[in-house]
């Protein structure tokens, strides 16, 4: 089917959008530019008009399922809703028009942003120091993890070359830890779906640099023996990372520094609401004990007085980002954290109310893995014989975006449900509705499915054998 | 109670009921240890007093002014519409595309921004976008090592922003140095062991560098061409791909993203259909569905994180879908020669100041060097000069420390902003 892109709906010579009048005389890029660096052909970018434009996107929107749209319990994503007060305040021209590199006495009010903010996740998490650098969870990770590799560089501890990792990690943590240079091991889980605490023991010894752990995990189960884990891993020298993509469940009810956790990171955008705009952009601040803080990423901000100021920790790993951080979402977990206070605990009680309230009502039709209660999120397959690809598809049909599927790796068929706090019981009746429903289908009338979405199962394995990326 | 959640207390205590515990506390049983105080947070407040503290908090930042600050991160026009459609709860409230049936808009919006980005840097194949310039940068040079077999080493000259040198330092990419010498980087001596070779154009002084010199000192030296470019420029500058870079990375903050303190902005990545496999991140391919109707989908993911696992290429795993939307829109506002009309606009009223400037005694850090709209001009006391802008109103460039301001100069400078410019700066000396 042609003619679906922008591109293909230009023709040469529209134009959609009017730049000034020049004001001075026009120099073109000939003038002033050695012609072997001057770009030849045009590139084919599209040329329409600005009402094609709104309208293409506009229907493009229409293809595509948000929290304002549909009830999101994406497993592990925190689809939870946005307060509008957040885009209100990011819009303001004080803050979307401000340079990075402004110097500090011009960007007073963003610096006092970032230093609260770097409290109030000190107060939740329970540690002393926090950097809100890192633009993404997973840079998060990574900055946790070179953070630690620095910290026995300098302490002149050569021989920790292996990251412990459970089975229930999210996938970016091996990953992290291999991009920073260790050798990645996983470690088992218990029957209740926990750190096996006895392994971990065995495999813990003076090449460890750390072990990243993730509470609640992807299971939706809290891991029990948190302080027992930071006892084994400080009793070899090692390091207790905490991924801190659940921290929705964690809220005023646990804080990691008071387990024995060293470092974690926070996904801002989660836990404290910014939309998560299709994957990105992201925030992935970190907290710290002291031992690890010098290590904190170039700049955090520190208050004299009245002022603000960067300031680089004393034996920084160096930057992660170009500048400061995502700032966009940094004021609007500043905004949301703002709106809640010390009731922060309220928003973590009711998300996991939700979580357990769906797994209650699904018990008995779909099959649990895991004891009781969960947390944020609830891991559950489907009745024997059906697939959780299958199920999914059918709950589209439904109105409802599916969970997060096949993940965690752990659990065959996992299906992993997170309601958050923003959804009322009857949203979540109306879900548990359809996935009964789902539960008494035949196998092949869901293989169907969905048949009233946008478009029909695709056809995923032929994009990557016949690759094409653009147009 | 919080004010987002719609939970009556029969609602809670009906789904208690369900759930068969007494409280919310017997959800927590498990959890130990168990933090009992309560959060010492300031307390909670109405969204209209958040609002007014957000707005007093702005208010003591110098915003809106005129800026001349570039140094990656440009003060560019952006058409309201992008701001519009961004903000459409499908785009701006969605996840990344995992079920694709339902993620059609942005998964489409994603295959027009690689097609965007290739026709830009006229390479094959771009990703759906990583972090910022910085990571992307840095993400290349990991590649590098990755095609060549080599360790994470590359050479890069004081050319290079000084800031994606350090990102690459902190990701333990080994940087050699080149020489640098009027305003450009001399590639005859690029070392024989490096796994890349990275050149920026227009380099963080503003000047046009030579990409096919630096692609061709890679190739000897048995390494990969990396070259970071600001799409904008791309307007007006041949393509890395055409110059022979095999991957080409940078910001894309210029195409139409707000300044904001610094992110959220978007790298984008950029290479040949060959390397496609050690590309980093999330890539959208088009495909059919079961009726046979064109879609797309996220393609090629056992390059990634979620699936191999520390065997992956890297942990990137969010893109920064949203920005990369802006990015799309305004080059399908601005099409070929809207974008080349600001890159014009852009060179006309830099050089309208530069010249200005010489008549008003100030001299180019590197005079013979060609540059865009980007330069360094020598300044005795640059710390004075830009506070003597500021109060009239006017963010100065930014200062070299070393008795230069690098000058950055957009197509939304108005020639009475640029005249204040020199008549200020004449002044302060």
């Known amino acids: 089917m042609l003619g679906n892109l922008i591109r293909d709906k230009g023709r040469s010579g529209r134009r959609g959008y009017t730049l000034p009048r020049p004001d001075v005389e026009l120099v073109s890029p000939e003038d002033v530019i ?22 293409h996107y506009t229907n493009l929107s229409r293809r595509n399922w948000g929290i304002d749209t549909n009830f999101y319990p994406l497993g592990s994503c925190t689809m939870k809703h946005n ?47 926090v950097s809100l650098q890192p633009l993404a969870g997973a840079q998060g990770e990574l900055t946790s993890i070179l953070m630690i590799r620095d910290y026995f560089r300098d302490a002149g501890d050569t021989g920790r070359r292996v990251v412990l990792i459970p089975q229930t990690a999210h996938g970016t943590n091996p990953a992290t830890a291999a991009m920073a240079g260790f050798e990645a091991r996983e470690i088992g889980l218990d029957d209740r779906g926990c750190v096996d605490v006895e392994e971990l023991r065995r495999m813990a010894d003076e090449s460890t640099a750390a072990l990243m752990i993730t509470n609640p995990n992807t299971c939706g189960v809290f891991e029990r023996n948190m302080e027992e884990i930071a006892g084994i891993l400080h009793s070899v020298g090692a390091f207790l990372y905490m991924d801190g993509a659940n921290m929705n469940a964690n809220m005023g009810r646990m804080r990691p520094a008071d387990a024995g956790v060293d470092i974690m990171h926070f996904n801002l955008h989660k836990t404290f609401s910014t939309p998560h705009g299709g994957g990105g952009p992201g ?44 700032f966009g979402p940094m004021l609007r977990a500043w905004s949301y954290i703002r709106m809640h206070g010390p009731e922060l605990r309220e928003v973590t009680d009711l998300a996991v109310l939700n979580a357990n309230y769906v797994r209650a009502r699904l018990k008995g039709t779909y099959r649990l893995p895991y004891e009781g209660p969960c947390k944020h999120e609830v891991v559950v397959q489907p009745p024997k014989g059906m697939r959780a690809l299958d199920i999914a598809k059918g709950l589209i049909d439904h109105g409802f975006h599916p969970p997060t599927i096949y993940f965690p790796l752990v659990v065959k068929e996992a299906m992993l449900i997170e309601p958050t706090e923003t959804e009322s019981k009857e949203t979540l009746d109306d879900f548990v509705g359809a996935m009964l429903e789902l539960a008494e289908a035949k196998p092949e009338e869901l293989e169907e499915a969905p048949t009233r979405a946008p478009t029909r199962r695709l056809d995923e394995a032929r994009a990557a054998r016949r690759l094409k990326a653009r147009w | 109670m919080a004010r987002f959640t719609p939970h009556t207390e029969a609602d809670i205590r009906e789904m208690l009921e369900v759930i068969g515990v007494s409280s919310i506390d017997e959800l927590f049983a498990d959890v130990s240890p168990k933090f009992e105080g309560e959060l010492d947070l300031p307390l909670a407040l109405s969204e209209h007093e958040v609002l007014r503290e957000a707005e007093r908090l702005a208010g003591k930042n110098a915003a809106g002014l005129p800026v001349f600050l570039g140094a990656g991160a440009y003060d560019r026009i952006t058409p309201a519409a992008v701001g519009q459609i961004i903000s459409r709860g499908e785009f701006m409230t969605s996840y990344t595309p995992y079920q694709p049936e339902v993620s059609q808009g942005h998964l489409q919006a994603i295959f ?46 004081a050319g290079l922003n000084p800031r994606y040198r350090e990102v690459l330092e902190t990701y333990g990419v080994e940087v050699a140095g080149l020489p640098f010498e009027g305003g450009a980087t001399d590639f005859s001596s690029v070392p024989g062991d490096v796994s890349g070779v990275i050149v920026q154009s227009p380099n963080f002084f503003g000047i046009v560098e030579d990409v096919r010199a630096a692609s061709e000192a890679a190739h000897e030296s048995g390494a990969l061409a990396v070259a970071v470019c600001d799409p904008v420029a791309l307007a007006v500058l041949e393509p890395p791909g055409s110059l022979g870079a095999d991957i080409a990375v940078g910001e894309t903050q210029p195409l139409g993203v707000p300044l904001m303190f610094g992110g959220p902005y978007a790298g984008y990545m950029a290479t040949r259909q060959r390397f496609v496999r050690q590309l980093p991140g999330r890539i959208a391919g088009e495909t059919v569905d079961r009726e046979g109707r064109l879609a797309y ?71 013979e060097a060609p540059f865009l709209w980007e330069f360094a001009v020598e300044m005795p006391d640059v710390k004075r000069a830009n506070a003597a802008l500021l109060e009239r109103g006017i963010v100065g460039g930014l200062d070299l420390g070393d008795g230069a301001m690098l000058v950055a100069v957009t197509e939304k400078r108005t020639k009475e902003e640029l005249d204040a410019f020199v008549e200020v700066v004449a002044n302060a000396g």
Request: hydrophobic share 40%; glycine share 6%.
């Open chain 2, 112 to 157: 027009e921004f690689q097609s965007v980005i290739s026709e830009l840097t006229g390479l094959e194949v771009s990703n759906a976008s990583v972090y910022d310039a910085a990571s992307a940068v840095a993400e290349a040079a990991l590649m590098t090592a990755r095609l060549t077999g080599r360790e994470p080493k590359v050479a890069a000259s």
């Open chain 2, 297 to 367: 989908v996220l393609t090629l993911r056992a390059r990634e994180q979620d699936i191999r696992r520390a065997r992956a290429n890297s942990n990137i795993c969010t893109n920064q879908a949203l920005t990369a939307l802006a990015a799309t829109i305004y080059a399908a506002l601005m099409g070929p020669e809207g974008l080349r009309e600001v890159a014009e606009l852009s060179i006309s009223k830099a050089h309208y100041l530069s010249g200005r400037l010489g008549e008003a005694g100030f001299a180019l850090r590197y005079p």
């Open chain 1, 34 to 55: 050695p012609e072997r660096f001057l770009r030849r052909e045009r590139p084919r970018l599209p040329e329409v008009d600005e009402p094609t434009v709104v309208r």
């Open chain 1, 283 to 326: 925030s992935g601040a970190i907290a710290c004990s002291e031992r690890l803080a010098p290590f904190r990423p170039d700049p955090v901000v520190e208050r004299t007085g009245d002022a603000y100021r960067f300031v680089r920790p004393e034996k920084s790993i160096g930057r992660v980002a170009t500048f400061h951080g995502n």
């Open chain 1, 83 to 129: 307060p509008r007060a957040n885009e209100v305040a990011a819009a303001n021209s004080g803050f979307a028009g401000l340079h990075p590199l402004q110097p500090e006495e011009q960007v007073q009010g963003a610096l006092q942003i970032m230093y609260e903010l770097q409290g109030f996740l000190a107060e939740i998490s329970g540690f002393p120091a």
